[in-house]
């Protein structure tokens, strides 16, 4: 599928057009929306809380975590007087439910296991307000920190979406960038300063962003607001997307760095730290009598600080008193037995508060209508039952709809009574699927129209491959597709080998594409266009053909020293099926992991007989032995020429550093700190070890052999043990 295929949302509305079509009692169940989307909401301005009608049309979808998912939209109307709403500009709006089913049941597990509670910014309208309340506040007070509140993104107005079943908000679009990888031959001198940040530091953007994220959280702590700071704890290793540099900013590295996220994802359980940082703040909550964190604030130092900074915090009087109404009615509507204690068994008024936050919960989830909430409103029997009921998974969620929706009730007599309209539920549910896989590329237009109509093949190819990654799904599925990725593979290789134009047209497509991303600045890109036809860069364009032809090597001798280990241990030890698959796979997996690799040595040989063929040492003397590692190897050239042209070089190996952190769950989050150290170990280290060399060149020599000495006993005792375990018995 190209890229075109995957965004393009008219399949999708013809999908959701023809689920319409079949009649059916129950809404459609929407995931996200797609560009193009035009929504209506009826909306609340943060400050003041006045009520508005917005339109607005989706442009793009940004990201999706645990906390929501994100689009850039135009606001095409807006009725009403919310301040700082204007029609024609760009917005973010976030609707606070993760667009992935197991994000968002993984979310919700942790947060009822915390609250036991549904996940109140999503359901409930204090917490949603309570949110973006104190963003503003926050925005405000920015101003004593760092002296502009646009150092914090401002926030507009909340929202109910009826289709996502989800609250949202609405904020200030941030034209910004995450990092700029940087090119550091001093890395172990780059904490060595004193006071203001020198200016001629070779990391002076990511020194600046730490520094700022820990004047946040500093801030935050001062406002009473600790665990809305662990949205900036800086070793949680996932909070650095949170702080973007504006574009407008670019030519400071130390101006325009903004914080756009207040919004925390997942509840932080004492026996669930989920980061190095979370260790600490575990402990230091236990300290302070918080078993459980999310987003509980300190209502005494809050009002400390207000009174302290009243002329800084002026107009928002109204914004601090809401604050503190919602923030009471927020907290009483969770029974949160950590919190409350014995209060739940000895105070009507917070049980009954309860009872009305469950009951909102029921209402904005759609398992109750507003007919049957006003019952349970009033009775005082029924509820206790369902709020049982409601704890059974799966099963409580069905019972409470089928009691409280008589919507859901309707559609489950006619599923029940008529075969026709059965057929009709299956379809419904089947084009719900086809429209999430075809939005993450696993159908082809084409394929998603057949399947609507074919239920045994679309339920066989749910059950076998519906589970695989999406682009492995699609490629088992649709042979077209499979013969044109491989036509395009071979293609590719061809013509990178053997083309030049072509291969100069690729490296300005990724600089123009990095140029997009903020990895690259205007005169950057200008320059690695006006020096294309340099010859270093000539001969990095070749070596980068023979690598890509070098890829496969290593997987092709895993599969055939892998097959040659299990038919030696059929053939010749005897050993089981089981055991010889075994040592096979466990042969496979070494060449995979090994430090210098089949692949690598290919690349290796070829980069000596350039340096043989060219009589040239100075232009291959870190590329030469860099090559022989596996996968660190595609780094050589960048390493290379990082004197000859250090944008370049930076670029290439922040790519990379990207497509590897990526493959790390949770943790290889775009512009997360990973990604920096990855970069930081693998370019910028040997890089800071050949200044070494030059300046302090008796220290680093000794270091090599002390090195050198413990790779080779580690050898050496890997070795043995090798040797004695493959003694024949």
């Known amino acids: 599928m190209t890229e075109h295929e995957a965004s393009s949302p008219a399949l999708r509305r013809k999908l959701e057009g023809q689920f319409q079509g079949l009649g059916l009692v129950r809404p459609f169940r929407r995931a996200c929306y797609d560009p193009g989307d035009r929504l209506e909401y009826e909306a609340t301005g943060v400050v003041p809380a006045m009520e508005g009608r917005i339109t607005v049309e989706v442009e793009r979808f940004v990201g999706g975590g645990f906390a929501g998912q994100v689009y850039r939209v135009k606001l095409l109307d807006a009725e009403g007087p919310i301040e700082g709403l204007e029609p024609g500009k760009h917005y973010a709006i976030k609707i606070l439910k993760p667009p992935s089913g197991p994000a968002r049941l993984f979310r919700n597990v942790l947060y009822f296991l915390a609250y036991q509670s549904h996940f109140g910014p999503q359901v409930n309208p204090d917490a949603v307000r309570v949110g973006v309340l104190w963003q503003k506040l926050i925005r405000r007070a920015a101003v004593t920190r760092f002296g502009d509140p646009a150092a914090v993104c401002d926030t507009f107005a909340t929202f109910y979406d009826d289709g996502a079943r989800s609250f949202g908000e609405i904020n200030e679009w941030v034209d910004g960038r995450i990092w700029r990888f940087e090119v550091d031959d001093r890395l172990f001198a780059r904490w060595r300063f004193r006071g203001e940040l020198p200016e001629d530091h070779n990391c002076p953007e990511y020194v600046s962003k730490k520094q700022f994220m820990d004047d946040l959280v500093a801030l935050l702590h001062e406002m009473g607001a600790g665990e809305l700071a662990r949205q900036y704890h800086w070793w949680t290793m996932k909070s650095q997307p949170n702080a973007l540099k504006r574009m407008s900013a670019d030519a400071s590295p130390r101006a325009g760095l903004t914080a756009i996220d207040f919004r925390a994802g997942l509840a932080l359980l004492p026996f669930l730290p989920m980061s190095p940082a979370d260790l600490w703040l575990i402990v230091k909550g236990l300290c302070r009598g918080r078993i459980v964190q999310f987003d509980r604030t300190d209502p005494k130092r809050f009002r400390r600080f207000t009174g302290e900074h009243a002329e800084e915090l002026a107009g928002l009087e109204p914004a601090v008193e809401e604050l503190g109404k919602r923030e009471r009615a927020y907290r009483a509507s969770m029974p949160d037995v950590t919190a409350h204690h014995v209060r739940l068994l000895v105070s009507p008024d917070l049980r009954g508060s309860i009872k009305r936050g469950a009951i909102t919960s029921w209402r904005n989830l759609g398992r109750i209508d507003a007919t049957h909430a006003e019952k349970l409103d009033r009775g005082t029997l029924l509820f206790p039952l369902l709020y049982v009921l409601s704890f059974i998974p799966f099963l409580g969620k069905a019972l409470l709809k089928l009691w409280g929706n008589d919507l859901a009730r309707q559609h489950l007599l006619r599923c029940l009574t008529s075969c026709r309209y059965l057929v009709k539920a299956m379809e419904g549910s089947r084009i719900e699927t086809l429209v999430a896989w075809h939005r993450r590329g696993r159908v082809s237009d084409d394929r998603a129209m057949k399947l609507v109509h074919r239920p045994v093949r679309y339920w066989t190819e749910r059950i076998l491959v519906g589970w695989l990654p999406a682009r492995l799904h699609r490629f088992l599925t649709d042979p077209p597709y499979a013969w044109a990725r491989m036509r395009e593979a071979v293609s590719f290789t061809v013509k990178i080998l053997r083309v030049p134009a072509f291969r100069e047209e690729y490296l300005l497509q990724q600089v123009s594409r990095g140029h997009e991303e903020g990895m690259l600045t205007e005169a950057e890109a200008a320059r690695v266009e006006r020096e294309i ?197």
């Open 533 to 729: 036809k340099d010859p270093y860069i000539q001969k990095y364009l070749r070596c980068l053909a023979v690598h890509v032809c070098t890829v496969p090597v290593t997987q092709v001798v895993m599969v055939v020293v892998g097959a040659a280990v299990v038919a030696y241990c059929l053939a010749y030890k005897q050993l089981s099926w089981t055991a010889s698959m075994g040592y096979g796979t466990a042969a496979a997996a070494a060449i995979q992991l090994m430090p210098i690799s089949p692949g690598s040595i290919a690349r290796g040989l070829f980069v000596i007989f350039m340096m043989i063929r060219d009589r040239d040492v100075k232009n291959y003397y870190i590329a030469a032995p860099v090559s022989f590692l596996h996968v660190i190897g595609y780094l050589a050239f960048p390493l290379q020429m990082a004197s000859h042209n250090a944008a370049l070089a930076r670029f290439l190996a922040g790519k990379w550093t990207i497509g590897l952190v990526h493959l790390v769950p949770v943790f290889g989050e775009r512009g997360g700190l990973l990604e920096h150290w990855v970069f930081d170990c693998f370019f910028n280290l040997p890089l800071s070890i050949k200044r070494g060399f030059k300046t302090h060149p008796v220290r680093w020599a000794l270091i090599a052999v002390f090195a050198a000495c413990a790779v080779a006993g580690v050898v050496f005792l890997g070795y043995g043990w090798v040797s004695e375990w493959w003694q024949p018995k």
